[in-house]
């Protein structure tokens, strides 16, 4: 991980973590070697994060909340500091095993326009 991670700082880009469970401790010895790496935790993104934007953003790990079960209206409550995912996949053989473009919002709630 943490050579990975120097190599988006020379790179000048974002890391993608694809970590099953997410834990506070887990995000903070994350971010720890991310800094370590010389890349600031803000350029980690953690996939597939459970809506806790609040304990990510003390840690400065980006989360990728997936856009179901009322996750988005979920992480709202603790801020707008996230991205939503679909983690789409277009495979017929594998139907519904993961949240299809129309999970999606059409239009922004929060914003007037």
């Not at 856009?67 to 679909?86: H, K, P, Q, S, Y």
């Not at 495979?91 to 914003?111: A, H, Y």
Request: proline share 8%.
């Amino acid at each position: 991980m943490r050579y990975s991670f120097e190599l988006a700082k020379d790179a000048g880009c974002a890391v993608q973590i694809h970590t099953e469970s997410a834990t506070e401790e887990g995000l903070s010895e994350i971010a720890g070697i991310a800094r370590s790496a010389g890349l600031p935790p803000e350029k980690v993104v953690k996939h597939f994060s459970p809506p806790m934007v609040k304990i990510c953003e003390k840690h400065g790990i980006f989360p990728s909340v997936l856009a179901g079960e009322n996750a988005i209206e979920t992480a709202l409550c603790e801020g707008m500091r996230f991205m939503m995912e679909t983690d789409y996949i277009d495979d017929l053989k594998r139907p519904g095993s993961v949240l299809g473009p129309k999970n999606c919002p059409e239009k922004d709630q929060t914003t007037p326009g």
